[in-house]
């Protein structure tokens, strides 16, 4: 019990649930709006056979060349807050890539978008949702994406993806890839 209290008081000093009540020892549920839906800590730069038109992912392509990223912390709200930091996401050190372009990011301004599997009348449509306006990076490839969205009901197997600042396409998403593995 004392570590659930512990992870419960550690999630709400990070900002990522509320913190439980004090009055009578027991937590009192929290609106609906505030609900934690997604929280993370890893996103996978476009590479391989996402990058280009060939395989969009949700309907958003790929950027034309590959994409690392260093960090990112990130969470998203049921009322569509979404938070993500992120640090170095640039061109990966790559034969694809320019040389003078590796390890850098060559955009002003990043965007995020939350891509949701939802309900339709008889099927189960994507719909996207992304930021009206961009959040500016520099050439070290940070940005602090702070964004309120109106998300659909429901909003399933959400994935954030961080866009360029001014095509649609996607240098990173919500995932991972374990490095040196061929598995």
Known sequence: MRSLAFTTVSLAALGL??????????????????????????????????????????????????????????SLTASGHLVVQVRGLVFKDDPSVPPELRGKN???????????????????????VETLTGFKTGPQGNANINARLTLPNPCVEPIVMILAGSEEKWFAMTGFETEGSDD
């Open 17 to 74: 649930i509320a913190a439980p009540a004090q009055a009578g020892m027991g937590v009192h549920k929290q609106k609906d709006d505030n609900r934690l839906v997604l929280a993370f800590h890893a996103m996978y730069g476009v590479d391989g056979p996402f990058v280009g038109d060939t395989n969009p992912v949700r309907g958003i392509s790929g950027d034309e060349a590959p994409w690392v990223v260093k960090s990112v912390h990130g």
């Open 106 to 128: 060559d955009e002003t301004e990043f965007r995020a978008l939350v891509s949701c599997v939802t309900e339709g009348t008889t099927d189960t449509p994507t719909q996207n």
